[in-house]
């Protein structure tokens, strides 16, 4: 079954450069590409993607919004930003927001794929640098032993193995359930831990070590 990918960039040349890539790859399926947030939010919602490639700056609605709207309808929707940017800050908030991902424009086609698939496995494609913002922004909060106890046993042994950076697979096999199971698991952790993605899960699961 093929990885349905939806594109958004308001960029034609690239916005078509992106969906010809896709194109390449016998696993991957593009199946739409927008040239806003505003028209492309209702259709992400409609049609459900496995995972977004989203621009962070666009005209009107920016990228970043855009991904907060559909999280808060859909939290494990995968969306990986791709943008030219790479402020530190710019992409954190965007993470803040629920991004499971980050990709910059000059990425190489078999880059911009792996990331695909990784993300649609449950990884994070992202650079080491923002993750560690992540982690030390939950440091600055402070540990939240409360909502981790929330968690049930299964939640915390998928938040472990997740923390240790396995990908849905491996976790699935590791407990012996299907990767979907895990993936509802997932969206269970965010739900009760208040975040967006399981980028924002782990970091603030490791803040309970310190």
Do not use: W
Request: hydrophobic letters at 40%; aromatic letters at 4%; one cysteine or more.
């Amino acid at each position: 079954m093929k990885k349905t990918v939806v594109v958004v960039e308001d960029d034609q040349g690239l916005r078509d450069q992106l969906v010809q890539i896709l194109d390449t790859a016998p696993d991957i399926k593009c199946v739409g590409a927008f040239v806003s947030g505003e028209s492309a939010l209702p259709e992400i919602l409609k049609r459900q993607p496995d995972v977004v490639l989203m621009d962070i700056k666009l005209p009107g609605m920016s990228g970043i919004q855009c991904v907060a709207e559909i999280k808060k309808v859909i939290p494990t929707m995968q969306i990986i930003m791709v943008t030219i940017y790479e402020d530190s800050e710019r992409i954190f908030r965007a993470l803040k927001a629920g991004a499971d991902g980050y990709l910059v424009k000059s990425s190489p086609p078999d880059q911009l794929l792996k990331a695909i698939r990784d993300a649609y496995q449950g990884g994070a494609p992202i650079s080491s640098h923002i993750a560690r913002k992540v982690v030390q922004h939950f440091h600055l909060l402070g540990p939240s032993r409360q909502e981790a106890e929330n968690l049930s046993p299964r939640e915390c042994q998928v938040l472990d193995l997740l923390a240790m950076g396995l990908i849905y697979k491996e976790i699935g096999g590791k407990l012996n359930i299907e990767p979907e199971t895990v993936r509802s698991h997932v969206k269970n952790i965010c739900q009760k831990m208040h975040v967006r993605s399981r980028v924002e899960a782990v970091a603030k699961h490791r803040t309970e070590a310190y």
